[in-house]
């Protein structure tokens, strides 16, 4: 699925045959069709392998409390992943901008994982833990935030000149920065973050590499 996967990301579903799929993989038509009985199939399967780690870790993460802590685990996972497997983050962009194509993005992950995410925060505000903000509106940008940073190595390199903006150091001190803006965003006017913050910013999180 390699090959679907990166044409998949650089046109958009409308933009790709099943042909230029089988060209690109180095295989015939018929032997695509023979796994996958439909170009929409095997964009339904791309997705899944493209959401599935992720999905997993926002469930995990919705099961808990909101502290800085979990936090901080949830963007160090997505990180690590996406860091391994950048064309999926490309991807994942590039769905949002194909009207044709974002159907099986929508229904495959923002249902299940987004809409009761909101929920949760709703849930949050009216109990006080969390500032009264839009959850629709957080949870946008966000998603913005986590995926769009890997599809922006030109730009974050002319922007920080000799930094490797995927190296470990990098997404330590950008999980951080993350953590912050967050709960700066979630926590009711004057509550103190000190405890908190050192909790999240204490431990260092391996890499795959270093795994």
Same mark, same amino acid.
Request: aromatic residues 10%; proline residues 6%.
């Given at each position: ?104 993005? !929508?229904?495959?992950? #923002? &249902? /299940?994982?987004? %809409?009761? *995410?909101?929920?949760?925060? +709703? ?35 002319? !922007?920080?000149?000799? #930094? &490797? /903006?995927?190296? %470990?150091? *990098?997404?330590?001190?950008? +999980? ?36």
């Amino acid at each position: 699925m390699d090959a679907a996967t990166e044409l998949f990301a650089e046109r958009g579903y409308a933009g790709v045959s099943v042909q230029e799929i089988a060209d690109a993989a180095g295989t015939h038509k018929t032997t695509v069709l023979y796994h996958f009985d439909t170009k929409e199939a095997l964009h339904e399967a791309v997705l899944a392998q493209a959401l599935g780690r992720v999905a997993e870790i926002q469930h995990e993460f919705l099961s808990g409390p909101l502290v800085r802590e979990r936090v901080g685990y949830l963007i160090d996972q997505i990180h690590n992943f996406y860091a391994e497997h950048p064309a999926l983050a490309r991807l994942l962009e590039r769905e949002l901008l194909d009207p044709i194509g974002s159907e099986a993005y !929508l229904k495959l992950f #923002v &249902d /299940p994982i987004y %809409v009761p *995410a909101m929920e949760s925060f +709703r849930r949050a505000i009216d109990a006080g833990f969390v500032r009264p903000i839009d959850p629709a509106l957080f949870i946008h940008d966000t998603h913005v935030m986590l995926i769009g940073y890997f599809c922006h190595r030109p730009l974050l390199e002319r !922007l920080r000149p000799g #930094v &490797d /903006p995927y190296s %470990v150091d *990098a997404l330590i001190a950008r +999980r951080d920065y993350l953590v912050d803006q967050i709960f700066a965003q979630l926590l009711p006017r004057g509550s103190s973050t000190k405890s908190a913050k050192s909790a999240g910013r204490t431990k260092r999180r391996n890499s795959p590499a270093e795994a």
